[in-house]
């Protein structure tokens, strides 16, 4: 089969995909099937709803989290700088597939308007959102720990936000100046997001392999805590490093809303503002 017609047969589920933040330091970056690489991988896009912690944590249900990243191969993090991944719903349409043929602005290689939205919810790419305006945010965490089975809640905190996506395919996020050095194995970092209704309320975490560069902080970063929701008041949000959101898994949630949002809206936890979280820079205590 043509590369052409590999790429083109993965477009026809496109539209029911969700996404996944691409990036060759990703864990299940060829897929999950030993000694092949699936160009049109989308096996860490897959949503994470009701699991044990043991299944959600790291994209176990499917073993994502089996098939690290080659060796080397790393998310740099530019202390004080930016870094940037692809958000799309499946590997080929992606720079990282295909020599970038099937890429477009957005995340299921198709075209859309600038303005693209709608009003009962975008389906395509699967943002779970009506427009821009009203996607809920995305995150990146930090584990100073190499290897991923040390990897904790406790351990793993958000240090950059990029509010109003996932959007477009090309996403930057920033990176604090203070982030110190990770040790010679690497950092482990995570990618997440909950959205923001439009389906079923599930959240996302994919992993990396991460390494911070320029570092000239050597203080460590303060243990995370859990988010909570504050939109009503924002002196009543969790200050400084925050854990990952945790939300409609059988086991290991760690927030809990009830009712409405000030839109009138069920309350979503996301990583926006209505749970503490600014945009950009995420890390507000250190150690």
């Given at each position: 089969m043509s590369?052409?017609?590999?790429?083109?047969?993965?477009f026809v589920i496109l539209a029911n995909a969700h996404l996944a933040?691409?990036?060759?330091?990703?864990?299940?970056?060829?897929?999950?099937?030993?000694g092949q690489v699936n160009y049109n991988?989308?096996?860490?896009?897959?949503?994470?709803?009701?699991?044990?912690?043991?299944?959600?944590?790291?994209?176990?249900f499917n073993q994502c989290d089996e098939f690290p990243p080659a060796e080397g191969d790393?998310?740099?993090?530019?202390?004080?700088?930016?870094?940037?991944?692809?958000?799309?719903?499946?590997?080929?349409?992606?720079?990282?597939?295909?020599?970038?043929?099937?890429?477009?602005?957005?995340?299921?290689?198709?075209?859309?308007?600038e303005d693209y939205s709608d009003s009962n919810c975008i389906t395509s790419p699967n943002m779970h959102t009506q427009n821009?305006?009203?996607?809920?945010?995305?995150?990146?965490?930090?584990?100073?720990?190499?290897?991923?089975?040390?990897?904790?809640?406790?351990n793993l905190a958000v240090f950059t936000v990029r509010y109003n996506t996932p959007w477009k395919r090309v996403t930057s996020y920033d990176v604090p100046q203070d982030m110190p050095a990770c040790p010679a194995g690497g950092c482990t970092c995570a990618w997440v997001w909950i959205p923001n209704g439009c389906g079923e309320p599930n959240?996302?975490?994919?992993?990396?392999?991460?390494?911070?560069?320029?570092?000239?902080?050597?203080?460590?970063?303060?243990?995370?805590?859990?988010?909570?929701?504050?939109?009503?008041?924002?002196?009543?949000?969790?200050?400084?490093?925050k854990q990952i959101l945790a939300w409609n898994q059988a086991e290991g949630n760690n927030i809990v809303v009830n009712g409405t949002d000030q839109s009138g809206l069920p309350k979503s936890p996301a990583y926006n503002s209505k749970c503490g979280f600014k945009d950009g820079k995420?890390?507000?205590?250190?150690?």
């Amino acid at each position: 089969m043509s590369l052409k017609l590999l790429a083109l047969s993965s477009f026809v589920i496109l539209a029911n995909a969700h996404l996944a933040a691409f990036h060759k330091a990703m864990y299940c970056f060829n897929g999950t099937v030993p000694g092949q690489v699936n160009y049109n991988n989308d096996a860490p896009v897959s949503p994470l709803w009701m699991l044990k912690t043991s299944d959600w944590w790291f994209h176990h249900f499917n073993q994502c989290d089996e098939f690290p990243p080659a060796e080397g191969d790393f998310l740099e993090l530019p202390a004080g700088g930016s870094f940037t991944v692809e958000v799309a719903g499946n590997r080929g349409v992606t720079s990282l597939s295909f020599n970038g043929q099937f890429t477009t602005e957005w995340g299921d290689g198709l075209n859309h308007p600038e303005d693209y939205s709608d009003s009962n919810c975008i389906t395509s790419p699967n943002m779970h959102t009506q427009n821009q305006s009203m996607a809920a945010g995305t995150a990146f965490a930090i584990s100073y720990e190499s290897d991923l089975s040390q990897v904790t809640m406790d351990n793993l905190a958000v240090f950059t936000v990029r509010y109003n996506t996932p959007w477009k395919r090309v996403t930057s996020y920033d990176v604090p100046q203070d982030m110190p050095a990770c040790p010679a194995g690497g950092c482990t970092c995570a990618w997440v997001w909950i959205p923001n209704g439009c389906g079923e309320p599930n959240i996302y975490m994919q992993g990396f392999k991460c390494m911070v560069t320029g570092a000239t902080s050597t203080t460590p970063i303060a243990t995370p805590k859990p988010p909570v929701w504050c939109e009503e008041d924002q002196s009543t949000c969790t200050q400084g490093s925050k854990q990952i959101l945790a939300w409609n898994q059988a086991e290991g949630n760690n927030i809990v809303v009830n009712g409405t949002d000030q839109s009138g809206l069920p309350k979503s936890p996301a990583y926006n503002s209505k749970c503490g979280f600014k945009d950009g820079k995420a890390f507000m205590l250190w150690l």
